[in-house]
Every structure is written in C-alpha cells, then in structure tokens.
C-alpha cells in the first residue's frame, strides 16, 4: 500500500482528471496537448487547460510524475514508478468495485 | 501567409492574457508550456467560453493557493509562510477596524451611568480581544524585523527592498504620529477642554481616555468625513486620518516581507499556533461585537453607524476575516508533513 500523502486520496474532486493523466503517461511520455488528445481518445474527455495544469503540478509535487527537458515551450511529463504504483493499485481497486457492481447487477436485475 | 502570422500572434496575445490570471511564481514554472497548449487549442477550436471561465476560474485558485488560502502545490515552507502573511494582512486591515469600534464602544460605555452586564461584558471582551491582537502583532513585527536584519546582514537584501522601504516609511509615520500620543491624551488626564481628568486610582478612567485619543485617530475609517474634535488641531486631524491608512499599508508590508523573508525552522513550527491565535481572536471580537449590538451597546448612540451599507460592509469583513484567518492556518497545518522525512524546507535555520 503507497504512503496515502503520495496517493490519489488527497487530489479531492482532481482524482478523476488524475487518472486520466496517469493512464495516458502510462502508455509514454507526452507534453500537456498531446496528453488532451489522448485522454480524448480513450476517454472521450476533454480536459480543458485550466484543470490539466491544475493537476499536473500536483502529481508532480507527489512524485507521482516528473517533468521532463522541455522541447523548446513544450514539456513532456513522465510517469514515475511510484506513479504506476498508485495508478495500479487504483485499478485494483476500481475493478473490485465494477466486479461487485456487475455481480450485484446480474443477479438482482438480470443485466448481463 | 500574413493571415496566418496575424492569427498567431493574435493567439499567442490572447494566450498571455489568459496566464496574467495565474500568480507569478506559477507562470515563471509553467507559463511558457501552457501559452504553447493554449495557442495549440486556439488553433483547433478557436472561441470556446467554457475554456476560457475554466482557464480564469483555475488561475484565481492559483492566486488563492499562493496567498494560502487554497491547497497550494508549493512546498510546505512557502504554504506556512503564505498563511503568515495572509493573516497579517488580514489582521492588519481588521485591526483599523477593530480599534475604531472599540474605541466608540468603550467611549458609550464609559458615557452612561447604568452599566448592564452583557454590555459591560462584551465591551470587557472587546478591550482584552483589542489588547491581544495588538500585542500579538507586535510581537510577530518584532520577530519579521529581526529576521530582516538578520537576512540584510548576510547580503541577500534585494527581494526585501520594497516591502522595507514601504514598511520603514509607514512604521517611521505611525512612530512620529505616536510621538504626540503624550499631548493628545494630555488634556483628558489633566483634566481640560471640559474633561474630568484621570487619577491613576481609576484605571477605568485610563482606558476611557485612551479609547478617545484611539477613536479620534481611527474614525476616518467609518465616518468618511473627520471635522475633528475638541482640542485637536485641522493639521494634527488631517495627520490623525493618516494613521488607520498607514497601519493598513504597514500591515501589508509586513506580511510581503514574511513571504519573501528566510524564517528559521524553529520560528515556522509556531506558525500554525500564531495563524490559529490571530483567527481565534478575530472570531471572538467578532462574537462579542455582534453581542454588543444585540445587548443594546450602541442604543440611544445612533453616530455608531451613520451609513447602514457601511456598517453592514464592516460586519462582513469582521466575520469573514477570522473564517479566512483560521482557514490559511488550517492549510498550512495540514501542508507540514507528519514525519521527519519531509522537513520544512524554510532555510536559514
């Protein structure tokens, strides 16, 4: 279990755009645009500006991330190991959830 | 081609405006990326309200986190060090406040011959709440002050220039003002201009006076016109008005100083308790004067508040300084790391 200080736990109402982020890191590093359009992507979110740079600087001050060289304006972001650490174990979770969820689903309302 | 060039730059001027929400420190670390991400969105979908609110709304809680009154991202040193500054200035501005209604409340009550105990009460808190502010700022503008020299001493005197300089001008105006603090209480203790006099028998009598030569330098900031009174002279009443304004910007001078300022370790450890303490007594002054007004303090007394939107103005301000007060603390609190392997990174120590 990660150090709660470093989890998602204290990102409040930004842990929904924190997953996002994370997610999208996890499949390479990306500079902030090129994280939107992949969020939009998989997600179908559209971060907007304000928030994605709102998150950001949070996730890196938890080492969740790093910031990386900028190539001339643009700074690509990385994930880090504790930062697929927390988003892994954030995936656990949720997926015990949605295994419940689906269960409960099937059985009391018989949606496949 | 030209097009294209105007349209960039009308976009990257567009983008710039936007990051002019942010605080400083913010646009230094992360301006240049976020005006390319901007102008990159522009240039997809070119007018979008919705962005443009979510870009100003995210930039004020930057500027709020970097005045420590929102969760900042900055480490816990500079988070401490905003709620320090943030309740001074906030202090500051309610302290002018505080010793203008005190006064006028202690000024009623000394006037009348029947003192009922709630009123007699809530005017005791007033005065006690009043004295402990005070102190308590001095004692932090004591504490600011040697951290300065101290700073100054060892050559890293250029980020406290300006806040020293305005502090040095506006503490030198209250100093020379509270220079005839002697001559302006004088006729009270003495007993002239129609006033009784004062015998140190009668230390009630010493707060009465006091709170005259209080109220005469701090009315300006709830009557807006000050014809003076008694024995103080136009010139000495035009200096008196100075004095609420001189306390406010000295305040803020203060708290930029303490943002900008090299606080040792042991010092920032107290911050919170001083944070708390400072909302506290705000919240208390604050209880107490709306239990002033509803024991009938200021009955038969209708010069308290001869601008009802004005009175209204001050009530909320008494009540939301403490809440902002006792939040920044809190913030700053929970930004301090719980184990020794995050220290306060505040240098000087």
Redesign the interface.
């Known amino acids: 279990m990660t150090d709660p200080?470093n989890s998602l736990v204290g990102l409040?109402r930004n842990a929904g755009a924190a997953v996002l982020i994370l997610s999208s890191l996890a499949g390479g590093d990306k500079?902030?645009?090129a994280l939107?359009k992949d969020v939009e992507e998989f997600a179908g979110v559209h971060l907007?500006?304000?928030?994605?740079?709102?998150v950001?600087?949070?996730l890196?001050?938890r080492g969740l991330i790093i910031a990386l060289e900028?190539d001339?304006?643009?700074?690509p972001y990385r994930l880090t190991a504790q930062g697929a650490t927390v988003l892994a174990e954030y995936i656990t979770a949720q997926q015990r959830i949605l295994k419940t969820g689906q269960a409960r689903l099937k059985r009391s309302w018989s949606f496949a | 081609m030209e097009l294209r060039m105007n349209s960039d730059l009308h976009d990257t001027r567009r983008a710039m405006r936007l990051l002019r929400w942010y605080p400083s420190a913010?646009r230094k670390?992360?301006g240049?990326?976020?005006?390319?991400?901007?102008e990159?969105?522009f240039a997809e979908r070119h007018s979008n309200l919705?962005?443009s609110v979510?870009?100003?709304?995210?930039?004020v809680?930057?500027r709020l986190g970097d005045i420590g009154l929102y969760?900042s991202?900055a480490n816990p040193g500079a988070q401490s060090r905003a709620a320090l500054g943030t309740g001074v200035g906030l202090a500051a501005l309610m302290v002018v406040v505080m010793v203008d209604f005190w006064s006028k409340a202690m000024l009623v009550w000394s006037g009348r011959r029947y003192h009922p105990i709630p009123v007699t009460a809530t005017t005791g808190t007033l005065t006690v709440v009043v004295g402990l502010v005070l102190v308590e700022l001095a004692a932090i503008v004591i504490v600011v002050v040697t951290c300065v020299v101290r700073q100054i001493f060892r050559g890293q005197a250029r980020p406290l220039v300006v806040p020293s300089t305005i502090a040095v001008v506006t503490g030198g105006f209250l100093l020379s003002e509270a220079r005839f603090f002697p001559r302006l209480i004088s006729p009270y203790i003495r007993g002239a201009h129609g006033f009784q006099g004062m015998s140190l028998s009668r230390p009630g009598q010493l707060i009465a006076n006091l709170a005259q030569v209080v109220w005469e330098t701090t009315q300006r900031w709830v009557d807006f016109w000050n014809p003076g009174y008694g024995p103080i002279s136009p010139i000495q009443t035009v200096v008196n008005d100075c004095v609420p304004l001189a306390m406010f910007v000295c305040g803020i001078a203060i708290a930029l100083l303490i943002r900008r300022v090299e606080i040792p370790q042991r010092i920032a450890r107290l911050v919170f308790p001083t944070v708390a303490l400072l909302g506290a007594l705000s919240g208390v002054y604050f209880v107490a004067y709306l239990g002033w007004n509803l024991f009938g303090g200021p009955s038969n007394y209708d010069f308290f508040f001869r601008d009802k939107w004005l009175g209204i103005v001050y009530l909320v301000l008494l009540g939301l300084v403490p809440l902002l007060v006792i939040r920044s603390g809190l913030l700053a609190r929970r930004s301090q790391?719980s184990s020794e392997r995050n220290q306060i990174e505040i240098v000087g120590s």
């Open positions: 200080e409040g500079h902030g645009y939107v907007p500006p304000g928030t994605l740079y709102q950001l600087p949070r890196e001050s900028a001339e304006r643009r700074r | 913010w670390r992360y240049e990326e976020f005006v390319d991400h901007l990159q969105e919705g962005r979510n870009v100003v709304r995210k930039g809680v930057a969760d991202v790391p």
